[in-house]
């Protein structure tokens, strides 16, 4: 059974060791976030538990009463974004399917975007089973969290 619940200081360890693993970042093509870095993002946005100020929803993903990721929806460049994380060890178990589409049902603004790096299928095909459609396709360069890569944005109505 696959459930979300708000995200706690208490799990914030947890969802950093998550964001350390190297095969998931080469997936998604992102770089892991040093302690200090992650733990200051998470207590900004945990000291907003409604999002007013951050404009961030967090929870974690739990299976079976386990927390095994975590799925939210941001601001990025003035529009909502649905990001999520599943730790390495749940993959190909439908997981992620389940927590956006848990997610979806909690946050209902539309459009919604999304994005993946462009040879990330697994997280494209998650986004597709749950409405997103790709709109486009493109090369971005390195930032401070992501690797130069193909980004694809994709977006539910």
């Not at 998604?28 to 538990?49: C, M, N, S, V």
């Not at 993903?61 to 999520?84: E, K, M, T």
């Not at 956006?100 to 990330?120: C, D, Q």
């Amino acid at each position: 059974m696959v459930t979300l619940r708000r995200t706690t200081y208490a799990d914030l360890t947890l969802l950093h060791a998550f964001e350390l693993d190297g095969a998931s970042n080469e997936l998604a093509g992102t770089k892991p976030r040093d302690w200090g870095t992650f733990r200051a993002r998470w207590e900004q946005i945990l000291a907003d538990p409604d999002g007013v100020v951050t404009g961030v929803t967090p929870r974690v993903v739990c299976a079976d009463g386990v927390v095994v990721g975590s799925v939210n929806i941001s601001p990025d460049q003035g529009a909502d974004s649905l990001g999520y994380w599943i730790a390495r060890e749940h993959w190909g178990r439908g997981i992620a399917t389940l927590a956006v589409a848990l997610m979806l049902r909690e946050f209902t603004r539309r459009p919604l975007f999304a994005t993946a790096a462009g040879h990330n299928s697994p997280s494209i095909r998650v986004l597709e089973k749950n409405g997103f459609a790709i709109t486009s396709r493109r090369s971005t360069p390195e930032t401070a969290r992501t690797l130069a890569r193909e980004t694809v944005t994709l977006v539910l109505r």
